[in-house]
């Protein structure tokens, strides 16, 4: 099990983090003797490969965090996304946050082919309506307690049958609905940049993926899509099923 974990956009004293897991999701076939599937180049979502890269303004794919399965990029289109409706932690906040996950929705499908589906169970990505849960660690004889985090991403990585070394993987992001408006709306751009396969960040703050709280929340740039084109042409193990 490769369970790795990183932290990302500020905010304020919270932190938005992405967690790296690979694990198999309940109801998947994991087999141990089944060899992990050959490296493989897929083709790219049809708007992302039309997107012409302006190498003057760069990109930073070296920061970007391959796992055991290779660069996490989608190989069947749309990718479907499912809003968890609980209003739970959301309560009379749900709106502005539902809103802000369709805005970073319709942000990031004029480059990348997303739907919004009702089923979860054939969901890609999965947004929850929570402040993530805070993971207290021992460090030798103290106890490490983090602060408070407004968003966080995690993903599985699982075998699609018993019998087949084909690889899936599944994305739930966990986003609070206790910030401003447009700051909901600037972490959602940002946390399903990463459930695109953006699993890094940039170090400049005009980038979406940049991962700083900054006064002006930034939109998808340039060195964004040049970044997330760079991903998908690489070779990866996964190799989703069509459902």
């Known amino acids: 099990m490769v369970n790795k974990r990183d932290r990302g956009w500020v905010w304020g004293m919270a932190i938005a983090t992405f967690l790296f897991i690979f694990i198999a999701l309940p109801g998947k076939g994991q087999n141990p003797e089944i060899p992990l599937p050959p490296l493989k180049n897929h083709p790219l979502p049809p708007l992302l490969a039309q997107w012409p890269i302006n190498a003057e303004a760069g990109d930073y794919f070296e920061n970007i965090q391959p796992t ?15 809003i968890d409706r609980d209003k739970t932690e959301c309560q009379d906040r ?61 993903y599985q990585i699982y ?4 019998e087949s070394p084909a690889l899936g993987h599944r994305i739930w ?20 940049g990463h459930g695109l396969g953006i699993w890094g960040h940039s170090s400049v703050e005009t980038d979406v993926m940049y991962g700083r709280q900054t006064r002006q929340n930034p939109v998808i740039s340039e060195r964004d899509l040049n970044t997330l084109k760079r991903i998908y042409q690489q070779p990866t193990r996964l190799n989703h099923a069509q459902n």
Do not use: M
């Not at 992001?173 to 399903?192: F, V, Y």
């Open 173 to 192: 992001i966990q986003l609070s609905p206790h910030q401003s408006a447009a700051d909901t709306q600037a972490t959602a751009r940002h946390e399903l």
């Open 68 to 82: 055991a399965a290779g660069y996490l990029l989608w190989s069947q289109f749309p990718v479907k996304v499912y």
């Open 159 to 162: 075998s699609e049958s018993p």
């Open 94 to 154: 749900f709106r502005d946050w539902l809103n802000a996950i369709l805005a970073a929705v319709d942000a990031w499908d004029d480059y990348f082919p997303l739907k919004v589906i009702s089923d979860p169970e054939n969901a890609n990505i999965i947004w929850q309506c929570q402040r993530p849960t805070l993971r207290v660690r021992r460090d030798r004889d103290a106890l490490i307690i983090p602060v408070a985090r407004n968003a966080e991403a995690r």
